[in-house]
């Protein structure tokens, strides 16, 4: 064969191999915003629907994803909710979403899909365990000596302060 042919065919793989990677690459994303992101914001409307599960608007500092079909799926945006705005029936309608570069936008409270999992009871109950411990009066279970300071100074050499 000679080396024109070659280099062809090689070439030919090569594009063959990325128009393919490419193809994997759309297919997975697809795959992913009809089904990841629509579960998610379905069991983020099915949670904040319950009454038993808490409030019924999106808590402050947790974490979104601010999904938008007309941007590629790789420049979508992620950020935290900052602050919820309300209407004058004292519903809440807004959420800012502060970005990474410090950007604050402002979206419908439906949009911003949350990525964190509340699990304020398991919180509560961590914080409760946590502040048993602090107030436990146990004694130290060690008893150390005062460490030895060495001064390694080139005007003191081999002198040792003691504490």
Known sequence: MSEELIQLRTGRQGIDAINSSHKLTEKFWTIRHKEYHCKLR??????????????SAPAIDTV?????????RNSWKMGRISALKTSRDNAVREAEVTLSHGHIP???VNLPVPLEI???????????????TENDA????YELCNRVRVDYSEDHNNSVDHQ
Not at 42 to 55: D, I, L, V
Request: charged share 40%; aromatic share 0%.
């Open 42 to 55: 379905e069991s983020h409307k099915r949670h904040m629907e319950s009454k038993r599960s808490g409030s």
């Open 64 to 72: 979104a994803l601010l999904a938008d079909d007309n941007q590629p």
């Open 106 to 108: 402002r979206r419908p």
């Open 118 to 132: 509340d699990d304020s009871l398991q919180t509560a109950h961590m914080e409760s365990r946590v502040d048993e």
């Open 138 to 141: 146990s004694p130290k279970r």
